[in-house]
C-alpha cells in the first residue's frame, strides 16, 4: 500500500471515530444519561471490583485469599502498564481535541490512550469471570458499560477503549497462565 493511501485510511478512520465520539458524546447531554454513565464510570474506578474481589476469600476460603490477591496483583501490573503507556503516547482526550465533544465527567488523568478503565475493567472481568462463574453475566453486562461510558463522557475515543479492552484481556489471560488457583 502506498503512502498515500496508508494517509487516505488513516484520515478516513480517524474521521469516523471522531463522528462516532460527537455521536456518542451527544447523548451526555440529557442529565440522566449524563449521570448515569458517570455513576458507572466511579464504580469502574475500582469500587465494583474490589467489592467482588473482598468476597472471594469469604465465597471460597483460603483458595480465595489467594485469588483475590491473585485480582489485585494483576490489576497493580495493570496500573503500571497503562500508566507507561499514557506518559508515552501522549494523546489528548476527546473533549479536548474535538469542539462538539463535551466532558462529561472528570478526568483521573490528562490523557485518552489507551483507557485504563476499559483496560481494568476487561482484565478484572475475565479473573472474576473464572474465579466466579456464576456472576459472569454481571460482570460483563457492567464492562460494556464501564467501556461505552468513556466515549459518552467525552474522556476517550473508540480506539482508546479498544486497545484498553485488548490490553485488559491479555493481562489477565496471561496472569491466569501463570498463577491461576
Known amino acids: 500500500m502506498s503512502q498515500y493511501k496508508a494517509h487516505g485510511l488513516f484520515e478516513r478512520v480517524d474521521n469516523l471515530e471522531m463522528r462516532y465520539c460527537i455521536w456518542l458524546n451527544g447523548s451526555s447531554r440529557r442529565v440522566f444519561i449524563r449521570l448515569f454513565f458517570r455513576t458507572i464510570s466511579r464504580l469502574g474506578d475500582g469500587i465494583f471490583w474490589y467489592i467482588l474481589a473482598a468476597f472471594l476469600p469469604y465465597l471460597h476460603g483460603a483458595a480465595g485469599t489467594v485469588q483475590a490477591l491473585h485480582v489485585l496483583l494483576t490489576g497493580l501490573v495493570g496500573v503500571a502498564i497503562y500508566k507507561v503507556l499514557k506518559q508515552r503516547l501522549v494523546r489528548e482526550r476527546p473533549y479536548i ?84 488457583v
Open 97 to 180: 481535541n474535538i469542539a462538539h465533544v463535551q466532558q462529561g465527567a472528570p478526568a483521573l488523568d490528562r490523557y485518552s490512550f489507551p483507557s485504563g478503565h476499559t483496560m481494568h475493567a476487561f482484565s478484572f472481568s475475565i479473573l472474576l469471570s473464572y474465579y466466579l462463574p456464576d456472576i459472569a453475566s454481571l460482570v460483563w453486562g457492567f464492562t460494556a458499560l464501564v467501556a461505552l461510558s468513556r466515549v459518552v463522557l467525552g474522556l476517550h475515543y473508540p480506539s482508546d477503549v479498544f486497545v484498553g479492552a485488548l490490553l485488559g484481556s491479555l493481562l489477565a489471560l496471561s496472569s491466569l497462565v501463570l498463577f491461576a
